[in-house]
């Protein structure tokens, strides 16, 4: 099976603007999750996405949002662009049971705002 | 809300030695999984290894075990015969087990950096 993708997998952007970034999961996979890692904070919970579905949120303002396709692929958006959003973007799939439970991470977006 | 700490923001070992890595967390539920997840330098996530809080027994996977203390809400990650490939940096991860459903979220420690001494 092929892994978790996402694109792009570097972005520049300026501050004010807004950015989409889009995660395939493992075929198979309904649970996206992403997390947002920088060196200050480590590495944050941002959203999981189920069967189209946000199930779950982390402590991020409204700027930050995301949605899932029908395929089980996976956008985040975020708005407003700040210098602290400049940030690795992980994204990872799942399977949602199971005693082999395990998140599978994809290679990540870095994001660099000016 | 759960915590993790690592203590250690970095180790070294001299390779084929033993390394133990610290994790310790914080949660009031009795059913969770642990994880330590492993991130070169390449960026990619990837599991090392995983411990189901019910099952009293040890994890191991080839040369990395973990102690697993539950009272002590403890978890270290030991590495066995070290190898250049093992530099990385390592987090330990929870994963709460409430519901089966919604609870896909792993709250991160902040990493070990694990550098390997030929």
């Known amino acids: 099976k092929a892994g978790v993708t996402q694109t792009p997998r570097y972005l520049i952007k300026t501050r004010g603007q807004q950015v989409t970034l889009s995660c395939s999961p493992i075929?198979?996979?309904?649970?996206v999750s992403w997390y947002q890692q920088t060196p200050g904070q480590g590495l944050q919970f941002l959203f999981e996405?189920?069967?189209?579905?946000?199930?779950n949120k982390g402590n991020f303002p409204g700027r930050f949002s995301g949605r899932q396709f029908s395929n089980s692929r996976s956008e985040m958006n975020v708005s407003t662009l700040e210098l602290g959003d400049s940030a690795l973007y992980l994204c990872?799939?799942?399977?949602?049971?199971?005693?082999?439970?395990?998140?599978?991470f994809g290679p990540g977006t870095r994001l660099t705002v000016t | 809300a759960q915590t993790v700490t690592q203590s250690q923001p970095e180790m070294s070992v001299q390779e084929a030695e033993t390394v133990t890595l610290s994790c310790t967390y914080d949660?009031?539920?009795?059913?969770?999984?642990l994880f330590w997840y492993k991130q070169p330098p390449s960026r990619q996530m990837i599991l090392v290894i995983r411990?189901?809080?019910?099952?009293?027994q040890n994890a191991t996977e080839n040369r990395f075990s973990v102690n697993f203390q539950k009272a002590a809400k403890s978890f270290s990650l030991k590495i066995s015969d070290s190898q250049l490939g093992d530099a990385a940096m390592y987090f330990c991860?929870?994963?709460?087990?409430?519901?089966?459903?919604?609870?896909?979220?792993?709250?991160f420690g902040t990493g070990t950096r694990l550098t390997i001494i030929p």
């Open positions: 075929s198979g996979h309904r649970s």
């Open positions: 996405y189920f069967s189209e579905t946000q199930r």
């Open positions: 949660t009031s539920e009795s059913d969770y999984y």
């Open positions: 991860a929870y994963r709460s087990l409430i519901s089966n459903f919604g609870n896909e979220k792993l709250t």
């Open positions: 990872a799939s799942s399977e949602t049971s199971g005693s082999n439970y395990e998140q599978y």
């Open positions: 411990q189901e809080a019910y099952k009293q």
